[in-house]
């Protein structure tokens, strides 16, 4: 069975990434911060895979350098490791970058783009990795400076990877605006019911896995309109 990573799997893109590759046979290692929704999660995938599915919880925190090593190891008794899906994010705060604390961009910066190098660091098996992007990225949104240039460096970071590296196929997978935890953290009190569901965009992200294109930025919209290149 192939093997795969998914950090932050107990929530949106995450998880439904999980439940969708369980079910076409992959052994997957997960986390989320929050343990008891993680193990809900687990539940579903295991219910979700054929027989001899395994999947393996380990909750944590993608920043902490210990919790990373012990899922890389955890991962390793699965087999090699075909997939990693850097998909656990924070949002951090949302002031104007003039009035940003540091302390917490650099909070911000240590889960979304450090973690995701570290756990490749730790991988020296792996086929494909999926950094998952942000239109805040590549756009300029007023009061999402913190969290968008965050993204905008694991865009960088994985290109230089993919130049570095290639062997891998290295993709920063955009997967627009979604119905999630987190968007609604960035819009309290907003009805975001006209976001489409963390499900509409699996099989954009599922193309990536299945046909392995060039490495590069991909935009779900993109995939799901049958653009590649």
Do not use: C
């Not at 999660?41 to 999947?55: K, M």
């Not at 104007?96 to 973690?115: E, F, G, I, T």
């Not at 979604?178 to 569901?197: K, L, N, V």
Request: glycine letters at 10%; hydrophobic letters at 45%.
């Amino acid at each position: 069975m192939p093997v795969g990573i998914i950090t932050g799997a107990s929530r949106g893109l995450g998880r439904v990434t999980a439940l969708a590759l369980a079910a076409r046979g992959w052994d997957l290692v997960v986390d989320g911060r929050d343990a008891a929704a993680l193990d809900r999660a687990v539940a579903e995938f295991r219910s979700r895979g054929g027989p001899g599915t395994q999947v393996l919880a380990v909750p944590g925190d993608v920043g902490e350098p210990s919790h990373r090593a012990t899922l890389a190891r955890v991962a390793r008794t699965l087999g090699p490791v075909d997939l990693l899906v850097n998909n656990a994010s924070t949002l951090g705060p949302m002031p104007p970058l003039a009035d940003y604390p540091l302390h917490r961009l650099a909070s911000v910066l240590a889960v979304n783009v450090l973690a995701p190098l570290g756990l490749i660091q730790l991988l020296d098996s792996v086929d494909t990795v999926i950094n998952v992007s942000s239109d805040a990225a590549v756009e300029a949104y007023p009061n999402w400076g913190g969290y968008g240039a965050s993204k905008a460096a694991l865009d960088h970071l994985s290109a230089v990877l993919a130049v570095e590296r290639a062997d891998l196929r290295v993709y920063a997978f955009d997967p627009g605006d979604m119905r999630t935890a987190m968007h609604q953290e960035a819009f309290p009190g907003e009805d975001i019911s006209d976001r489409p569901e963390p499900e509409t965009v699996v099989p954009a992200l599922l193309r990536l896995v299945s046909e392995r294109p060039p490495s590069g930025r991909y935009r779900a919209s993109d995939l799901l309109a049958g653009v590649t290149a």
